[in-house]
């Protein structure tokens, strides 16, 4: 997936730390490991009780090196209002492909 990131020519991600992690959804700070790009990465799972394929949702927001110390030293669940839609640029990839958009969910399903 990370072939879709903006941050260089060659990015790939390495998890900084892990801030939620269920089974259908997660959320992590990364540093891409080419240029030092800090990014927010979430992951969402979503399942279809009706028989039909589960879709998954990936989204990726660069943030800034201080942002990615508060979340990574906040106690319990940081706030993520910031990422919210219309605040900062983000990836999105489902199975439809990689887009732009606005931002991301500010808080998780669970
Ligand atoms: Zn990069």
Not at 65 to 68: A, P, R, V
Not at 93 to 96: A, K, L, N
Not at 103 to 108: K, M
């Given at each position: 997936?990370?072939?879709h990131l903006t941050c260089c020519g060659e990015p790939s991600?390495?998890?900084l730390k892990t801030l939620h992690d269920k089974s259908h959804d997660s959320e992590s700070v990364r540093q891409c490991a080419s240029?030092?790009?800090?990014?927010?990465?979430?992951?969402?799972?979503?399942?279809d009780f009706d028989g039909g394929d589960d879709?998954?949702?990936d989204w990726y927001t660069r943030i800034t090196?201080?942002?990615?110390r508060t979340l990574m030293s906040a106690n319990g669940r940081p706030d993520l209002g910031f990422?919210?839609?219309g605040k900062r640029p983000s990836i999105c990839?489902?199975?439809?492909g990689a887009r732009e958009t606005g931002?991301?969910?500010?808080?998780?399903w669970t």
């Open positions: 997936m990370s072939k991600l390495g998890l240029c030092g790009v800090y990014w927010f990465h979430r992951w969402h799972e979503m399942i879709s998954m949702t090196e201080d942002e990615s990422l919210e839609l990839i489902d199975e439809q931002g991301q969910p500010g808080h998780s």
